[in-house]
């Protein structure tokens, strides 16, 4: 074994019998760099990682391989979901170099830390017009040895490339609050759509959730039709595609073809958490069951298959089984009709795309792309089949499972249980938002509200970033929002403490990623643009803008719009890649209406509970006040003076702090009812 079996991220972990002498990160690897005149080789990758376990069997696991990488570098190895900052720095180096990023990534760098060439999966030997990975470990060898100045000069300007890509040098001078930049970056969307199976560009297809939470909301604040559908549509059209999983619900990462048929078979948790959000709202927004339909089933999965017996979530499940990617999620008809019968089978295969030819290499991936019409009854049967062949699929080799826990990510799974399990009236989802939450507060929050960012086998380590913080601030108001319980808003405002305290950029706005007492890396980033996650700045400042109007602190309020005016350049020239950014100044454009509930007990808040949130109004506060209980600080003044009139709920809607009459009794459920206005999408 080699130095990675100290590890706790699985990962790394899955390199410990590796003959490359791994090292993790660490001052030790550059140390040894530098006094033995050698250049340090960085691999990135994360353990559902496909081509990151290809590399690993032709390269690292090859003894010669190993033994030219031992000789002439030093070769660190690091978990990009344990070490983001890590990740986000060397990743934008490979997007300089070679004009496009992946995993595995595969970096070099002097012992100052500064990558002089990049890449990210090499062959063992040249193939497809790609090099192999010997070739460019000679000619990085000789380049060293021969070239050194030419090298060193190359690293000096990457790495001042990279400190101006970071971000730091953000301004608050030229903040506009033009509402038209949300326009233009919609209006974009709705052209790239592709109208005949969904998605915006052309294949692989990712979900893009930002893209499609930033049409809900938008569309569902002015009753745009366009907007809802174009998002809906793209819903649909994931749901019916091969990139879920038809038999055991969730979705997997990607879909390598245009119409979401053949899945890259991993599936993380992120994807999952943000995607059953996405429809909870398009279920609020257009009163569809399908879309209620689609969440429910991810959220089951999440409960069935990802939570830790601690109470967090699970990262991710790999793409491969038996070393061979997708075997664990694909049939065949024999295999279908042995286990279904003849007549179910045929049912089956006819609904779910199931051929001798198959979809997929030979084999079938089930899919309801062709829309086959079937009556109650045949519907009951498939559901009886899906269950048998889910009981099935439990007996064959299954995928890794990471099961490690991020705090970012277990944030994500968090709100969107808490938000389903309110508009869904489902509280065993509430209960795994909560379950989730205390243990994030028990395990992974420090006595100072500090946060830790991973947790594995009873030991939570690295510093929290700024994602961490900010996810769990949505997360804890949305459980608010869900529970009426102000201990989770008191719990938001420590995080958003720190947050001010610690991440902030006060001469440039925005905050940085890592916190000023963080380790120092090459370049400090402020993350604006969304990759698969929303930005940590754009949750940031979301998540101040409520706790601004919760709980009447005009710091969160003023730290967010600092936030907008530092990201001003970015979302005037790079709409298309920040649309978590551009739902947050949605709300912030329009933040002036608030609804307070107050009712007689809490027993009367959980009858009530779905309808108030049912409605999706992505511009309105909501306070929850349960009377005779300790009445929260953190409150915002709005919550002064409301009170439960005769014993029954209240209802108080104000819009710039002027508030309409109460709604009292069965007004309120009338109220709620018709609120939100249904569009069809």
């Not at 709202?281 to 089951?300: C, G, S, Y």
């Not at 003023?558 to 949605?586: I, K, N, P």
């Amino acid at each position: 074994m080699n130095r990675l079996a100290q590890s706790h991220s699985p990962y790394l972990l899955q390199h410990q019998h590796n003959p490359v002498d791994w090292f993790p990160w660490c001052d030790e690897a550059f140390d040894l760099a530098r006094e033995t005149d050698r250049p340090v080789f960085l691999s990135v990758g994360y353990a559902a990682c496909h081509w990151c376990h290809v590399m690993e069997h032709e390269s690292f696991e090859n003894v010669q391989t190993a033994a030219f990488l031992n000789k002439h570098f030093v070769c660190i190895k690091v978990d990009r979901e344990e070490r983001p900052d890590i990740d986000q720095v060397y990743m934008n180096s490979v997007q300089i170099m070679s004009g496009r990023g992946g995993w595995p990534m595969s970096v070099f760098l002097n012992y100052r830390r500064e990558p002089f060439y990049a890449g990210t999966y090499w062959p063992p030997t040249a193939r497809h017009g790609m090099p192999g990975f010997m070739q460019v470990l000679d000619a990085l060898v000789e380049a060293w040895t021969t070239r050194r100045s030419d090298v060193e000069t190359h690293a000096a300007e990457i790495r001042d490339a990279l400190i101006q890509l970071s971000g730091a040098d953000s301004s608050t001078e030229s903040f506009a609050t033009d509402p038209a930049v949300i326009e233009i970056a919609t209006d974009r969307l709705i052209r790239v759509l592709d109208r005949r199976y969904g998605g915006f560009g052309n294949a692989p297809k990712f979900p893009h959730a930002t893209d499609l939470q930033l049409l809900l909301t938008r569309g569902a604040a002015l009753g745009n039709r366009d907007l809802v559908t174009a998002a809906t549509f793209t819903l649909d059209a994931i749901a019916a595609g091969g990139i879920r999983d038809h038999i055991g619900g969730g979705f997997a990462r990607y879909s390598v073809d245009a119409q979401w048929l053949v899945p890259h078979f991993e599936k993380m948790l992120y994807d999952n958490a943000l995607l059953a959000l996405c429809y909870t709202r398009a279920f609020q927004i257009t009163d569809e069951p399908r879309h209620a339909e689609v969440t429910r089933e991810t959220l089951e999965y999440l409960q069935r298959e990802m939570v830790d017996p601690s109470g967090g979530f699970h990262c991710s499940e790999d793409a491969d089984s038996e070393g061979i990617e997708g075997k664990y999620y694909v049939w065949s008809v024999s295999e279908i009709r042995e286990l279904l019968g003849n007549e179910r089978a045929e049912l089956f295969c006819r609904v779910y795309d199931v051929t001798e030819r198959g979809n997929f290499e030979g084999h079938n991936i089930p899919n309801l792309l062709h829309d086959v019409a079937v009556n109650d009854e045949e519907r009951q049967q498939l559901r009886q089949c899906i269950n048998e062949l889910y009981d099935h699929r439990l007996t064959r080799v299954r995928p890794g499972r990471d099961d490690k826990i991020l705090t970012s990510w277990n944030a994500l799974a968090i709100q969107a249980f808490a938000v389903a399990g309110g508009v869904l009236d489902n509280p065993a989802f509430i209960s795994s938002a909560v379950r989730a939450a205390e243990f994030m507060l028990r395990e992974m929050t420090t006595d100072d509200h500090q946060l830790r960012h991973a947790f594995r086998n009873g030991v939570s380590h690295v510093a929290g970033f700024l994602e961490d913080y900010a996810y769990s601030i949505e997360a804890l108001i949305a459980l608010f929002e869900a529970t009426a319980n102000a201990h989770w808003l008191e719990q938001a405002t420590y995080f958003a403490d720190q947050l001010l305290n610690r991440f902030q950029d006060e001469s440039g706005g925005g905050f940085f990623f890592t916190a000023h007492d963080g380790e120092t890396l090459i370049a400090r980033n402020k993350d604006w643009h969304d990759g698969s996650l929303v930005s940590g700045n754009a949750s940031a400042a979301m998540g101040l803008l409520k706790l601004a109007s919760l709980c009447d602190r005009n710091e969160y309020r003023l730290a967010a719009e600092r936030t907008f005016a530092a990201a001003s350049d970015v979302m005037q020239s790079q709409a298309a890649a920040c649309a978590g950014l551009l739902t947050s100044l949605d709300r912030f454009l329009d933040n002036s209406r608030q609804w307070v509930l107050v009712v007689p007990n809490e027993a009367m808040f959980v009858s009530l509970r779905q309808a108030w949130m049912r409605p999706f109004e992505p511009r309105a506060t909501r306070f929850v006040i349960v009377a005779g209980t300790p009445k929260s600080e953190t409150l915002s003044a709005m919550s002064i003076g409301k009170e439960s009139i005769d014993g029954k709920p209240t209802l108080y809607r104000c819009e710039q702090f002027v508030c309409d009459a109460p709604l009292v009794g069965d007004e309120v459920l009338q109220f709620l009812r018709s609120a939100g206005s249904q569009i069809a999408g």
